[in-house]
């Protein structure tokens, strides 16, 4: 806890090809500023200003000055001064932070070759102490004290301290971690305790509002601003391919000790969970969209796990290129008819896919009549699945479309991590 970490750090390794656990709530696969330019000239200046004023949610109006031959904003006022002061004295009380303890090894096994600065966590030191600590954030969905946070921050724990923004400390049990969509939730013993607002991050645009409350670094809630760079981020993008969310990029800093706080719009809702930096970027963070997170914190607080529909196939995008390649060295006796779709590379023995009659070298060509065009969509469209769904895929198979069902299965144990 002593110890701060000035980075944090993501090192999965990303396979050519990955093996496909479809899923619902998580989703699945395995294996597979706006820069404003400036110069000098007035001219240019103003119409920077007037770009900015114009995207600015405070009230804005405008004055002629006949000296710059330009117009300039004249601010309106309102409540504290700015939105981002308003987001933050209305969310900052319900933001905790959460210092765990867990015995030597049993980091949770996060992209196996995961860092230990991601975790903001200490080793043992000089003492020999069999216990490493290590400190994250969270914040408080509910009264009662249901606190929702990441689950590398609290997975594993033999304890858990929750430090309320009033000094207050507050013993903490974990209800229930996630690893598949690194999500948890913490439960302490208290009453009408402050709470934040969820927002919608299902209709998230790049260019909105961000703003990252947490504590990095052991700086408690120290408050960061940046906009929405981009959503629907896969986990190959980001470079965790067993992780099984569409996260939300954001250039507001995060640090080691973010993990777990709240990405607030500007209404001061909460969009998504803080979890991730690329170590040597600038400006590239990432968090779990809340909507997903909250679906998952349900099926934690209610039974203390979470359900992950699962397929069960190897698969890569289908490209000219690839077709070309698989037609000269393929070991079978098929021959790629199209070069659009979602190849199956392998299927799963007992599994949803096998069961339901897909076989390697079939090419994906729809889903639930969605056309598919990458492997991408295949993860989107069954992630938003329950377990027991039933799926209609239209696949190529020799040249010939055929039309199967697969009714997802819930996600397997040895599979999620």
């Known amino acids: 806890m002593n110890k701060k970490n000035t980075t944090e750090k993501i090192f999965w390794k990303q396979p050519l090809t990955y093996l496909l656990v479809l899923m619902?709530?998580?989703?699945?696969?395995?294996?597979?500023?706006?820069?404003?330019?400036?110069?000098?000239?007035g001219e240019n200046s103003s119409q920077l200003t007037q770009s900015l004023v114009a995207q600015s949610p405070n009230k804005t109006d405008t004055n002629y000055n006949s000296e710059r031959s330009s117009w300039l904003p004249v601010r309106t006022?309102?409540?504290?001064?700015?939105?981002?002061?308003?987001?933050?004295?209305?969310?900052?009380?319900?933001?905790?932070?959460?210092?765990?303890?867990?015995?030597?090894?049993?980091?949770?096994?996060?992209?196996?070759?995961?860092?230990e600065d991601f975790y903001g966590f200490e080793g043992p030191g000089s003492n020999?102490?069999?216990?490493?600590?290590?400190?994250?954030?969270?914040?408080?969905?509910?009264?009662?004290?249901?606190?929702?946070?990441?689950?590398?921050?609290?997975?594993?724990?033999?304890?858990?301290?929750?430090?309320?923004?009033d000094g207050r400390r507050i013993e903490g049990r974990v209800l229930g971690t996630d690893s598949v969509t690194d999500v948890a939730v913490v439960k302490i013993d208290a009453n009408n305790l402050p709470t934040v607002s969820l927002?919608?991050?299902?209709?998230?645009?790049?260019?909105?509002?961000?703003?990252?409350?947490?504590?990095?670094?052991?700086?408690?809630?120290?408050?960061?601003v940046g906009i929405i760079s981009a959503t629907g981020r896969s986990s190959n993008d980001v470079g965790v391919p067993d992780k099984r969310v569409g996260?939300?990029?954001?250039?507001?800093?995060?640090?080691?000790?973010?993990?777990?706080?709240?990405l607030l719009n500007q209404n001061g809702e909460v969009i998504g969970i803080n979890t991730a930096i690329i170590d040597g970027a600038q400006g590239l963070g990432f968090a779990i969209p809340i909507n997903n997170a909250q679906q998952i914190a349900q099926q934690l607080i209610k039974v203390g796990r979470a359900e992950h529909a699962y397929l069960g196939i190897a698969m890569q995008t289908?490209?000219?290129?690839?077709?070309?390649?698989?037609?000269?060295?393929?070991?079978?006796?098929i021959q790629f008819s199209t070069d659009r779709g979602v190849l199956v590379m392998q299927v799963v023995p007992g599994s949803p896919a096998d069961q339901g009659g897909l076989k390697?070298?079939?090419?994906?060509?729809?889903?639930?009549?969605?056309?598919?065009?990458?492997?991408?969509?295949?993860?989107?469209i069954v992630q938003s699945k329950t377990v027991g769904s039933l799926l209609e895929l239209e696949v190529n198979r020799n040249g010939e479309?055929?039309?199967?069902?697969?009714?997802?299965?819930?996600?397997?144990?040895?599979l999620r991590g």
Request: net charge negative; proline share 6%.
């Open 318 to 333: 289908l490209t000219p290129e690839l077709k070309e390649e698989l037609n000269r060295n393929f070991n079978r006796n």
């Open 24 to 41: 619902g709530a998580g989703g699945a696969l395995l294996g597979e500023r706006l820069i404003f330019q400036t110069t000098s000239s």
């Open 77 to 115: 006022p309102i409540s504290n001064n700015n939105f981002i002061v308003d987001a933050v004295q209305k969310v900052g009380p319900a933001v905790v932070r959460i210092n765990a303890s867990r015995a030597v090894g049993q980091r949770p096994n996060f992209g196996r070759e995961m860092p």
């Open 247 to 262: 996260f939300i990029q954001t250039d507001a800093a995060i640090n080691p000790g973010n993990s777990g706080g709240p």
């Open 199 to 224: 927002g919608d991050s299902s209709n998230l645009q790049p260019g909105e509002w961000a703003i990252a409350i947490g504590n990095p670094l052991g700086l408690d809630n120290s408050v960061t």
């Open 401 to 414: 479309n055929f039309n199967f069902q697969v009714r997802t299965g819930n996600l397997p144990s040895r």
């Open 128 to 165: 020999s102490s069999p216990v490493e600590q290590g400190t994250g954030s969270g914040f408080i969905i509910s009264a009662d004290g249901n606190i929702l946070t990441n689950a590398h921050v609290v997975e594993g724990s033999t304890t858990v301290e929750v430090v309320l923004k």
């Open 360 to 380: 390697p070298g079939d090419i994906i060509q729809k889903i639930d009549n969605q056309t598919i065009s990458k492997s991408e969509n295949v993860q989107q």
